[in-house]
């Protein structure tokens, strides 16, 4: 394989091409001669290989969501030709490391992230070339104009909208038609009525995504959540969708409705419907919408790539408070409740993801690593503290509670300043953090026989309730949605960021 009169550039830039041909003899031939030039500037197509070539040819350990494991992978990736023999061994030649685990794609990803390699020139075309060819639902997003990423950052996270599928039009019930704990009400099994029951499968210790629109509360548990990452639903009237990042555990309510820039002024609100792109910028996901295939930043709501981009670039989405808790705590707090009936029509088997976190579970119990595309750096909090963050007129600034700190204080309230406005945040009565306008402080909290409540400087109690602090006097505080997340997240997809303490 060689070509005349080429400088050593041109020969590297020549086999990297060789890699996108649609045949794996000429792959292995290529890398062969990759590794025997030794010029790392190929390590980050190298790495973009590797990553395919091992979910294509192990779908049934790394296929995403695991859930469809036992199905085929897409057939995109069963092509004879999605295999590049040799990429790992040839990284390893090029590289200081040589990672041989099971999961060495993902151990080449993370050290890559650390790395400050500059590719060859060409290097995004070159990607998006790769993935519109070999993995052309992503490519076919990721190909768009004008963005605001760069395109080497980006990370494929094994999967795409074709797999990972939006929970579309769910069916929400009452909690006490599903929960596990209590079914004394519940109709004979031989019964009619038990035909058309919806099936219990919620625990009290089940972690839920609750929130509440038009003054109806609703859950989600998690896990059934995990396989879709995203839901899309109309809710007493309002076009939402609760959006989840699985690896910043990010669950953030977005309302889908969106100025109409085409009609003119005036004219009704354009609807949304998101799903998951299935790639990852800055171990945040990427979302799209299916109306203009826009990109979107899943933690800060806003367009990132295409159409929506280029029409109003200052765009952010409106945004719901979403409560983190156990259904436990949930149920007692908003006991007319409904719930996310468990029979989607997906056919997933959700049980698969009660308490499984799968081949992620190292990324959860060690500190250490880090999600791929994401660089490390010395912070104010570690990397995966869990906080809660306020954004207000400009998305690209945002105000930070660390959750871990809140509940470690003895007095678990927190009292300081957003953009002039005295602000304060508390653990409410489902154990988790709500941030409201501030009565004069200082102020402590207070779980009495009438409820949670604040006392403010002036000895006046505030009832916490769920949208607003209610005074004795009938004067209210306002809640001021935010969004959980990991503080990474956090550091990595704003401009400007400051910790309240």
Not at 145 to 174: K, T
Not at 216 to 234: D, G, I, K, S, T
Request: glycine share 6%; aromatic share 10%; charged share 30%.
């Amino acid at each position: 394989m060689t070509q005349p009169d080429q400088t050593p550039t041109e020969r590297l830039q020549w086999l990297t091409d060789q890699l996108l041909v649609r045949d794996a003899d000429v792959h292995a031939t290529a890398i062969d001669a990759l590794a025997e030039e030794g010029d790392d500037r190929v390590v980050p197509h190298l790495v973009e290989l590797l990553v395919i070539d091992s979910i294509a040819n192990d779908w049934e350990q790394f296929g995403f969501p695991a859930a469809l494991r036992s199905h085929d992978p897409p057939r995109y990736l069963e092509l004879p030709e999605v295999t590049w023999p040799g990429v790992r061994e040839a990284l390893a030649a090029l590289a200081e490391p040589d990672f041989d685990s099971a999961h060495a794609w993902v151990e080449w990803e993370s050290w890559y992230s650390q790395q400050e390699i500059e590719p060859l020139d060409g290097f995004e075309e070159w990607k998006l070339r790769l993935f519109r060819s070999y993995l052309p639902p992503v490519g076919g997003l990721l190909d768009c104009e004008p963005r605001e990423f760069d395109l080497q950052e980006i990370r494929w996270g094994n999967c795409d909208r074709s797999f990972l599928a939006a929970l579309n039009g769910p069916r929400f019930v009452p909690g006490e038609e599903v929960e596990t704990g209590d079914a004394s009400d519940a109709s004979p099994s031989d019964s009619p009525a038990a035909a058309d029951a919806p099936e219990r499968y919620l625990d009290d210790d089940h972690v839920v995504f609750g929130f509440e629109i038009e003054g109806v509360a609703y859950a989600v548990p998690r896990w059934v959540l995990f396989p879709h990452e995203l839901l899309n639903a109309e809710l007493q009237g309002v076009p939402v969708s609760l959006t989840y990042c699985t690896l910043c555990n990010a669950p953030i309510l977005y309302d889908r409705r969106v100025p109409s820039k085409a009609a003119g002024e005036g004219a009704d609100d354009d609807v949304r419907t998101f799903g998951s792109s299935g790639m990852l910028a800055s171990g945040n996901k990427v979302m799209y919408d299916e109306e203009s295939e826009t990109l979107w930043d899943q933690h800060a709501g806003t367009p990132i790539g295409g159409e929506t981009l280029a029409e109003d670039p200052d765009l952010f989405l409106d945004q719901h408070a979403v409560t983190q808790t156990e259904w436990g705590e949930w149920k007692a707090e908003y006991p007319d409740t409904l719930a996310l009936d468990i029979d989607t029509g997906y056919g997933y088997d959700y049980s698969y993801y009660d308490g499984n976190v799968d081949f992620f579970e190292h990324y959860w119990n060690r500190e250490e690593i880090v999600q791929p595309g994401v660089r490390k750096a010395d912070g104010a909090l570690p990397e995966k503290e869990s906080v809660y963050g306020i954004v207000v007129d400009d998305p690209d600034e945002v105000w930070i509670v660390s959750i871990d700190d809140l509940r470690e204080r003895e007095d678990p309230v927190l009292e300081g300043e957003i953009v002039d406005r005295d602000v304060v945040a508390l653990l409410d009565a489902t154990d988790d953090i709500a941030v409201y306008e501030a009565p004069p402080t200082p102020v402590e909290r207070v779980d009495d026989e009438d409820g949670l409540a604040l006392v403010d400087a002036d000895g006046t109690r505030w009832t916490v309730a769920r949208n607003e602090l209610t005074a004795t006097d009938g004067e209210t505080r306002e809640r001021i949605p935010g969004r959980h997340g990991l503080w990474f997240a956090f550091r990595t997809h704003y401009d400007s960021v400051h910790i309240l303490e």
